[in-house]
């Protein structure tokens, strides 16, 4: 069983997860996977004078055996001697609130926490932090807040206990999905500073060296259902994979995991060189200039092209091949010619090359204003039907609404308090996919407002009880914008159904 204590300590060093005196907080369900980073961790503070605290998230889903694990984990630091902290995460209400699977909030949440709990430690404030709380969907902020990777040498570390089994689960899961490198890659034994010391040990290892040591676990149920994607993979797809095709089967792929990560590391780092040297950024525009463009090969071409995009878009989540395709295509048709893409991208093309920006700097022209007006409101006044201006009830606004695009996670409120995804609505609608990305919203944040052209939340109406309006004019859409269509059939024959 040292075999599973050396490939530990062999992937702490050749990533430089931990430094001879650093801080690393242990993120401890009760599993075994876990038990053991914790175990393994304690085992290297005389080695490597480490200090080891660990949090345990409780996610507000399981009733009784989920207070059963933090119960374990709590008397397992104990017998450690390692610090605890327990947090609880409201998932089921997170979810709800922003749209996502549990599956997916329980994610983003637990990833929160571990940022505040290593925030916390090493501001000095462990002690206040580590009393026993809820986090909800107020705390849990834009949940890749552990993303932001340039840590000082000294910095806490979050270690968690994903293996090489969830490694290759992972990488199937992305593949079935159609990822390019980056997901073939897999997760990454680094990010940001959060560690993956497990990443080279088996499942199976960790399960027998925990036997070998003595060490209890507990079982997740969740586990055993195939509920989830990721659970279907693990039992069903990879055994059959290794029973019919190849018994190591998890080891080839982690080893093209490794290759593809690499390989995607490589190819982002010349491309950024490239960018470097030849785009042209001005007033939110990125030129991506045609002639050094072409003499490209195909694959850098596309890294440029998903870097600038994710570059104005702020984030890549949505981004996919398909999308870099259509940017790409530009580069063979003639001046004058666009793609709308996911988070308000506009992609033109120019007699120099192509130009990536926001939709309202992209064509160099803004695409429509919005006007705000707010006054009190008396019981009987008249709501105006135009189509361009709206009213909404102040009170049930919480945030500070934006005129924007659609986003992944955004809904409206129905007639009949049922709630619909803006996706689905403009399915629905029967709005042609190329033109979704051009319709303007009024959001405040997830929820719409305002499905410019079409329709009114009827959550935000006016009503009996408002006391306060929000007033918003919009100016209507340049005749060259593709949203102009959009719009113009509610002139023709009033698709807005909120007036």
């Not at 090493?122 to 340039?150: C, H, M, S, V």
């Not at 702020?314 to 666009?338: E, I, N, P, Y």
């Amino acid at each position: 069983m040292e075999y599973v204590q050396r490939k530990f300590l062999e992937t702490i060093e050749q990533y430089h997860m931990l430094r001879q005196g650093g801080r690393v907080v242990a993120a401890v369900s009760g599993g075994a996977d876990s038990v053991c980073l914790l175990a393994l961790l304690c085992g290297l503070r005389g080695e490597l004078g480490i200090q080891v605290r660990a949090v345990h998230v409780h996610h507000g889903l399981r009733g009784d055996e989920a207070d059963r694990d933090a119960e374990f984990v709590r008397q397992l630091c104990e017998g450690f001697k390692v610090p605890f902290a327990l947090r609880r995460v409201d998932v089921r209400e997170f979810a709800r609130a922003k749209k996502l699977s549990e599956e997916e909030a329980g994610r983003l949440l637990r990833y929160r926490v571990f940022e505040e709990c290593a925030g916390a430690w090493e501001r000095g404030a462990w002690a206040e932090w580590a009393d026993e709380g809820t986090i909800g969907p107020e705390g849990a902020g834009g949940g890749n807040a552990w993303l932001k990777a340039d840590r000082a040498a000294d910095g806490v570390r979050v270690a968690v206990a994903h293996h090489g089994d969830d490694q290759a689960e992972t990488i199937l899961h992305n593949l079935c999905r159609g990822s390019g490198l980056k997901g073939l890659g897999g997760m990454r034994p680094v990010r940001g500073r959060i560690i993956r010391p497990l990443i080279a040990v088996s499942r199976k290892e960790i399960l027998e060296w925990l036997a070998a040591n003595g060490l209890s676990f507990c079982q997740d149920s969740t586990n055993d259902t195939d509920h989830y994607t990721r659970n279907r993979i693990r039992r069903q797809l990879i055994p059959m994979l290794q029973e019919q095709v190849n018994p190591g089967a998890v080891e080839s792929i982690l080893r093209v995991g490794r290759l593809a990560g690499q390989a995607d590391d490589y190819l982002s780092g010349q491309a950024r060189e490239w960018t470097g040297h030849h785009v042209r950024e001005e007033n939110g525009r990125i030129l991506v200039p045609g002639e050094a463009f072409e003499r490209l090969p195909e694959i850098l071409r596309a890294y440029v092209i998903f870097q600038v995009m994710t570059r104005v878009g702020g984030r890549a989540k949505d981004l996919t091949s398909g999308h870099v395709d259509q940017v790409m295509g530009l580069f063979g048709m003639q001046a004058g010619r666009s793609q709308d893409l996911p988070y308000g991208i506009r992609a033109v093309r120019e007699y120099e090359g192509v130009v990536i920006g926001r939709r309202e700097t992209a064509s160099g022209q803004p695409r429509t204003e919005a006007v705000f007006r707010y006054f009190s409101y008396k019981k009987g006044t008249e709501i105006p039907k135009n189509q361009y201006t709206k009213w909404f009830d102040c009170g049930k606004i919480k945030g500070t609404p934006v005129v924007r695009s659609r986003q992944s996670g955004d809904y409206i409120t129905l007639a009949d308090g049922r709630t619909k995804t803006v996706r689905r609505f403009m399915i629905d609608e029967k709005i042609p996919r190329e033109k979704r990305d051009s319709v303007l919203l009024l959001a405040d944040g997830s929820h719409i407002l305002w499905i410019v052209g079409y329709r009114i939340s009827e959550y935000y109406k006016v009503g009996p009880d408002t006391v306060r309006v929000m007033e918003v004019r919009m100016g209507a859409p340049a005749r060259d914008d593709p949203a102009s269509d959009v719009i113009k059939e509610d002139e023709n024959g009033g698709k807005d159904h909120g007036r």
